[in-house]
């Protein structure tokens, strides 16, 4: 079946420009998470989405970060004002309950962000 | 989340088993121990978890040590696909939903 899907796969923009990256995640799976993860380095957690419960923002790392889930299924994360420390790969993952314990995380394969 | 101590790199032979170790001397008795893994140039993939027994399916078996304090991701046979950084994770069901990733350990497999 199909995997979770994110778009574009490249993205390049100059420093001050918005960007907006989406997420499709599989169809049925009620919890949806983004990612980065900078060259070299682990995964660092930005959001998280449940149902139509509140996100959890805790990770979002600046105002100019924010995301939105339309009708409990397609995620768009946008960055605004963007700067060269953004640079990195958006990852996001959706699983089927919210419990990594009982679901696994199904991750796609990213979004290569390079500011210039 | 407690947090785990894994080499950052070990290398096997192709079709030789391989014993990744993922120390967690701080865990707490309701963490979990999540295994994942990232293959080059995409995300991550679930590859087994764990609470106290060892577990076995059909990517990997876990061995979890009878104080919980270490556990071991064993694959029977290595092959070139199974390069990757494997990710050992503590989970607590009670403290919410995101997973934290540390640094891994990046598994080189030789021809």
């Known amino acids: 079946g199909a995997g979770v899907s994110q778009s574009p796969s490249n993205k390049v923009t100059e420093k001050g420009k918005d960007v907006e990256l989406r997420c499709d995640p599989i169809?049925?799976?009620?919890?949806l998470y983004w990612y980065r993860q900078s060259l070299g380095q682990g995964l660092e957690f930005l959001i998280y989405f449940q149902g139509n419960s509140a996100p959890d923002k805790s990770g979002l790392p600046s105002d100019r970060f924010s995301a939105e889930r339309t009708g409990g299924s397609v995620s768009t994360l946008t960055i605004q004002r963007t700067q060269q420390e953004d640079s990195a790969v958006y990852l996001c993952?959706?699983?089927?309950?919210?419990?990594?314990?009982?679901?696994?995380?199904?991750f796609g394969n990213g979004t290569r962000l390079t500011v210039t | 989340d407690a947090k785990t101590t894994q080499p950052n790199s070990m290398e096997s032979n192709e079709e030789e088993p391989v014993h990744l170790p993922c120390n967690h001397s701080?865990?707490?008795?309701?963490?979990?121990i999540h295994w994942y893994r990232q293959l080059p140039s995409q995300g991550p993939e679930y590859v087994i978890h764990g609470l106290t027994s060892n577990v076995n399916n059909r990517m990997a078996s876990l061995a979890i040590a009878e104080d919980r304090k270490s556990s071991t991701l064993i694959l029977h046979r290595a092959t070139l696909r199974d390069a990757a950084v494997y990710y050992c994770i503590l989970r607590d069901p009670l403290a919410g939903n995101m997973l934290t990733f540390g640094g891994g350990t990046r598994l080189m497999v030789k021809p």
């Open positions: 169809s049925g799976h009620t919890a």
């Open positions: 701080t865990i707490s008795g309701t963490d979990y």
């Open positions: 993952a959706s699983s089927l309950q919210g419990s990594p314990l009982r679901s696994p995380l199904h």
